[in-house]
Structures are given as C-alpha cells and as structure tokens.
C-alpha cells in the first residue's frame, strides 16, 4: 500500500500527495531492484519505509505537543518545527 491507503497523510495540513508520491517511488524502486536481484519486493520496501515512517512518527509527536495546552509562543515554535519536519518528508 502507498499514499492514503497506507495512511500517509500529513496531520498538519490533511495532505497526502507528497506523501503518496514519495511512498510509491518507494515502491516502484523496490520492485525494479527486487526483480534485477531475485528478491522480493516487499521486503525492500517496507525497509525502506522505515524511514519515512519514523518521521512521520516524529511529525505526529509534534502535532500531539501543538494541541497540548501551552501558551501561544511554544505553539508558534512547535508549528515552525513540525513544518520543518513535514517538508522534509517530500
């Protein structure tokens, strides 16, 4: 699965077809370089989602310390931070 399916959607801002760009590329490379070496696919793709899945991960942590009550500061620092991180994804 890639993109929305695989519920990649950024929680900031609803969009996902960086994401879904990014998660297919993914997976057409996994399936070029698994067919070239015998492997499966699968296999190398999901390692390779582990990075883009921590960073998600990392996004959502943000996301979660935003909608914390805090005052309108930290906030402003936290949304600067979470897109800093959510373009790094693309």
Known sequence: MVGD???FILPLSGEGIGTALKSGLLAAT???EANRNNNQASHLYLDRLKDLLSKMQDLYTYVKK???PKN???KSLLLKEAWQKALSLS
Request: charged share 15%; proline share 0%.
């Open 5 to 7: 399916a695989a519920g």
């Open 30 to 32: 996994s399936v070029i």
């Open 66 to 68: 935003i909608l914390e």
């Open 72 to 74: 309108e500061n930290q």
